[in-house]
């Protein structure tokens, strides 16, 4: 990342105190967000927080960078179209469990297969949190929620599984409250070339009764003391499928990175090999189209 400014975590802070319930896992990924920025030198007037909706979403009001809260589950979307126009500029997408694997996971494949070169974010606390206790695709089977009060009949979805099998080239797990760690993996994603994907387990302790702080604490493991080779993607596969299961153990840290050509990349070099220009003479296409 290209060294533009000197500040202090606090300095990525604006003016509007966070609105989340006491307790909640999303202050520790704030936290962990400016203390990343701080340490890799971001730029406020060329980093770009894109949300979608939902109490995580909230967050670009609470710091200073450039910022779009945008329509449910529309983050990723409207991040790519800004990286396409924009490629010089660093864009990151913070959302929920529910916003980026319901009515936003059409999306994850495709930014992930393409490895536009973005970093998602998500607060995963298996529930909906603005709408009151609505089930999430994250929750667990079998959960009583307000929607599923004879306990949810699905299967959860394994974020990192998915993000593996289609293709992001970045794939890391953090614990909220862990913001050393999960500072340290937000600085990584955003200095990937291509498209990074960060889970944070993020409790929710006002509606989530059951994944709390003290559920996960003595289950989270350093995932560097199994899986060092973090090009291995059957192995990085192997432990994500591990999870979700009670008793299992909870890997955190980098599951698998990839270098692989990013779709910025990819778009340059077909510009340049079919002469292409970013000023392009309208005139000329038109005229392409007539009969």
């Known amino acids: 990342m290209e060294v533009t400014q000197q500040l202090k975590p606090k300095d990525y802070r604006s003016d509007i105190p966070p609105v989340w319930c006491a307790g909640c896992g999303d202050y520790g990924v704030l936290a962990s967000l400016t203390t990343a920025f701080s340490a890799n030198h971001a730029s406020t007037a060329n980093t770009v927080l894109v949300s979608g909706i939902g109490c995580s979403s909230r967050l670009p009001y609470f710091v200073t960078t450039f910022g779009m809260h945008t329509c449910h589950g529309r983050a990723v979307p409207i991040a790519t179209g800004i990286k396409l126009a924009r490629p010089e500029l660093k864009v990151i997408v913070v959302g929920g469990d529910g916003d980026n694997f319901s009515i936003g996971g059409g999306h994850l494949p495709h930014v992930a297969r393409k490895n536009i070169d973005i970093t998602l974010i998500v607060m995963d606390n298996s529930i909906y949190g603005l709408t009151k206790n609505q089930v999430s695709p994250t929750s ?17 979805l394994n974020p990192i599984a998915y993000a593996l099998v289609y293709g992001a080239t970045f794939v890391a797990q953090s614990f909220s409250s862990n913001a050393r760690l999960t500072a340290d993996l937000i600085g990584q994603a955003m200095n990937h070339k291509g ?3 960060i889970n ?9 009764k059951v994944d709390t702080f003290e559920y996960y604490k003595p289950l989270l493991r350093n995932i560097d003391e199994v899986h060092t080779d973090k090009g291995d993607k059957i192995k990085a596969l192997s432990l994500a499928m591990t999870m979700g299961r ?9 599951f698998y990175q990839e270098n692989r050509p990013s779709y910025v990349e990819l778009l340059s070099g077909i510009k340049t090999r079919n002469k292409g220009t970013n000023k392009p003479d309208l005139e000329k296409i038109i005229d392409v189209f007539k009969l």
């Open 200 to 208: 944070v387990i993020s409790p929710c302790p006002t509606f989530n």
């Open 140 to 156: 667990r089977a079998g959960m009583v929620t307000s929607t599923t009060p004879y306990g949810s009949p699905d299967v959860p």
């Open 246 to 254: 009670e008793s299992a153990t909870v890997p955190i840290g980098l």
């Open 195 to 197: 498209f990074a994907f």
